[in-house]
């Protein structure tokens, strides 16, 4: 099942701009994590936010939760042509993640 | 440290056939699953194993679709017989689960299996 619904399905952007993509999910979390996918590559993790964390940042990347509303967002500043990837939310349910359909991001030179 | 590996890479195999793909977790890792990904559905959960117990099956498709973990370091999900609609990519993670939770999965590099 899919309880993460990120937002846009795809969005294009030229390079340096920042990328924003959000993540709404139905149930209470524990955490809340972003996945990278790159074309034909396995996922890789970026971030995890916890239920009772606000707003997180890794280098370009800077992730906010909002537990109220029930959704999160993801912001890349600066983006560079290696940004161009899929990019999903997960949510835990006990030991399982459930994972958003995700957004394509292409980043245009 | 080498990461999750997953074999083969690619495989095209005709419907009927007996389809094994293989993966290592990455060494301390105590929780394994496997994922299919396709465009139709997205990422789907299909079996998570515990210290080597299958703790959850309920994402295997059907009676088709095994999965076992001999060990600690090892694992396969088998087919058979395979159909063209098993056509996906096939993605083996591993974690330290602690405290029953969630954390992060390393995925490895996927496994793309055409059934013609």
């Known amino acids: 099942s899919q309880q993460g619904e990120e937002d846009p399905q795809a969005l294009s952007i030229q390079e340096g701009e920042n990328a924003t993509m959000n993540c709404s999910y139905k149930?209470?979390?524990?955490?809340l994590q972003w996945y990278r996918q790159n074309s034909g590559r396995g996922l890789v993790h970026l971030i995890l936010?916890?239920?009772n964390e606000r707003e997180k940042h890794s280098g370009r990347l800077r992730v906010t939760l909002d537990t109220s509303k029930k959704s999160s967002s993801l912001l890349i500043t600066a983006s560079r042509a290696a940004d161009t990837a899929s990019y999903f939310c997960?949510?835990?349910?006990?030991?399982?993640?459930?994972w958003g359909a995700g957004t394509k991001l292409i980043i245009k030179p | 440290d080498a990461g999750v590996i997953q074999s083969p890479r690619h495989e095209v195999t005709e419907m009927g056939q007996e389809v094994t793909l293989r993966c290592k977790p990455i060494?301390?890792?105590?929780?394994l699953f496997w994922y299919r990904q396709t465009m139709m559905r997205g990422l789907e959960l299909l079996i998570y194993?515990?210290?080597?117990?299958?703790?959850?099956d309920s994402g295997m498709p059907e009676d088709r679709f095994s999965a076992k973990m001999p060990n600690a370091s090892f694992s396969t999900l088998k087919i058979q017989p395979s159909e063209p609609r098993d056509s996906a990519v096939y993605f083996c993670a591993s974690s330290l689960l602690a405290g029953g939770r969630a954390g992060e999965l390393f995925f490895g590099e996927g496994s793309r299996l055409t059934v013609l």
């Open positions: 060494s301390g890792h105590n929780s």
């Open positions: 997960a949510t835990d349910s006990n030991y399982q993640l459930i």
């Open positions: 149930t209470s979390i524990n955490n």
């Open positions: 194993f515990n210290n080597n117990v299958p703790i959850d």
């Open positions: 936010i916890r239920s």
